[in-house]
């Protein structure tokens, strides 16, 4: 994971951008999501897929890749 920053002028002469960068990491997750979900032969060349995304859910949940400043987040920051 990374730490976005965006400078304070930028968001001054553009400040739909912040907001902007966000949906778009969003969106991101979500079709990498979708993605892992399709399991299937051809989905991964890893051949231990499954279990890898098994076992890393059962360490972080569902959602490993979460944004903001939840519980989760705040700990690790």
Same mark, same amino acid.
């Given at each position: 994971m990374h730490?976005?920053?965006?400078?304070t002028?930028?968001?001054e002469?553009?400040?739909w951008?912040? /907001?902007?960068? @966000?949906?778009? @990491?969003? /969106?991101a997750?979500?079709?990498? @999501?979708?993605q892992?979900?399709?399991?299937?032969w051809?989905?991964?060349?890893m051949?231990?897929?499954?279990?890898?995304l /098994? #076992?890393a859910?059962?360490?972080?949940?569902?959602n490993f890749? #979460?944004?903001?400043f939840d519980?989760n987040? *705040?700990? *690790?920051?």
């Amino acid at each position: 994971m990374h730490a976005v920053a965006i400078k304070t002028e930028l968001l001054e002469e553009h400040p739909w951008l912040a /907001e902007a960068v @966000y949906n778009a @990491y969003v /969106e991101a997750t979500q079709i990498a @999501y979708g993605q892992m979900n399709q399991i299937g032969w051809a989905a991964d060349m890893m051949p231990w897929y499954v279990q890898e995304l /098994e #076992s890393a859910r059962a360490l972080m949940g569902d959602n490993f890749f #979460s944004y903001g400043f939840d519980d989760n987040n *705040t700990k *690790t920051l």
